[in-house]
């Protein structure tokens, strides 16, 4: 009888790719969905790589963010919390590629939705305070946005309304312990948003803007905070991913071969 994840994954075809030079490989879906790339890599730069402890990956899709930050960071055991079965298939297919085996005893799967009340959360295995760390890539299209046909793409992308990302927010908030940190890779325009959602829940925050060349606006902001801080916010010097030419910048080429680590500024 095939497994309920053979069925999962056969919904969509699928290819397995590799990440920091081998390092790690990821089975993400062709054609459909969404797949991973630098944004889930920056995330995971974002984390010191002498971390211990346990670290969230929350809306893990296939678990880029997760399985690189376990990669870079020995200490860390890893939840790739993911709601949608077909992702959250491919996200435990992941972590059974031979290229993950010594990343394995360190990486586990969770179906479950963020956005759910902490009740269902527990149920889960997700309970308040549990983790040091909280990785997030969000869906953070607004709503009203043009979506993608592509039912499993949309939903990986888009905010199904304006409440969507600050209660994802508080959600990923209300499983940190006191002082553990968070950490997200936002566009600019969901910034008032994320802070308004951190508001009494996580201080010290930080921003990093991340622009894809020298000139131009940020494409993505990385934002950290922790669990209980006081600390001012900081905006901190933009970061450029690729040269005039196209080519990725030395900052870029770092982040895409694991050798980023972004920490000390977040």
Not at 71 to 94: Q, W
Not at 117 to 123: I, L, S, V
Not at 178 to 194: C, K, S
Request: net charge positive.
């Amino acid at each position: 009888m095939n497994s309920p994840d053979a069925a999962s994954t056969r919904a969509v075809a699928t290819r397995c790719d590799t990440f920091y030079g081998g390092r790690f490989a990821l089975l993400q879906p062709v054609g459909k969905g969404y797949r991973s790339g630098l944004d889930a890599l920056l995330l995971a730069a974002s984390v010191p790589a002498d971390a211990v402890g346990a670290l969230a990956d929350i809306g893990a899709g296939a678990g880029a963010v997760g399985i690189a930050a376990a990669c870079r960071c020995d200490g860390v055991t890893v939840t790739l919390v993911e709601k949608n079965p077909v992702m959250a298939a491919l996200a435990r297919g992941s972590v059974t590629l031979a290229a993950n085996a010594r990343l394995a005893p360190r990486l586990s799967v969770v179906e479950a939705d963020i956005l759910t009340a902490r009740p269902a959360r527990e149920a889960a295995g997700l309970g308040d305070g549990a983790f040091r760390i909280v990785l997030t890539n969000p869906p953070f299209y607004p709503d009203g946005h043009r979506a993608s046909p592509d039912p499993l793409r949309a939903e990986a992308l888009t905010a199904t309304d304006q409440q969507f990302l600050p209660t994802w927010i508080k959600g990923c908030a209300a499983l940190l312990a006191g002082g553990g940190r968070f950490a997200a890779v936002l566009p600019a325009a969901a910034l008032p948003a994320a802070l308004a959602a951190c508001e009494g829940r996580l201080g010290g925050i930080r921003v990093l803007p991340v622009h894809a060349r020298q000139v131009g606006p940020a494409v993505r902001l990385l934002v950290s905070a922790r669990k209980g801080s006081r600390a001012p916010f900081v905006l901190l010097p933009a970061r450029f991913l690729h040269e005039p030419d196209g080519r990725l910048s030395e900052f870029g080429h770092a982040v895409g071969a694991g050798q980023a680590d972004i920490s000390a500024g977040l």
